[in-house]
């Protein structure tokens, strides 16, 4: 899945992945399912979709990531990413 938007930052893989309570950070494979979730309500997804769109590899992967954003201890939003020099 793509809004075919082009990227506003460049943000590197983190060197330590660890849960987080407050802000922006790495999830874990533990909270994808919660992100799933989320982008599922926002676009009317099936859970099918929600995780092809989030897959679990995305955590271990060098050439992916996901990233999530949180209120008063809610996810609220969340982004996938893959580097553009990821060879598929």
Known sequence: ???GALPLMVVGRP???RPFHAGAGPLSVD??????RLLAD???LDD???AVAIP??????????????????DLVS??????????W
Request: with cysteine; hydrophobic share 35%.
């Open 48 to 50: 099918s979709s929600a």
């Open 15 to 17: 060197r330590h992945l």
């Open 42 to 44: 926002t676009y009317g």
């Open 1 to 3: 899945m793509s809004v």
């Open 31 to 36: 909270e994808l399912p919660a992100a799933r």
């Open 56 to 73: 679990d590899r995305a955590v271990d992967e060098g050439d992916q990531s996901v990233w999530g954003l949180r209120a008063d201890g």
């Open 78 to 87: 969340c982004v996938t990413t893959v580097s553009r020099t990821a060879s």
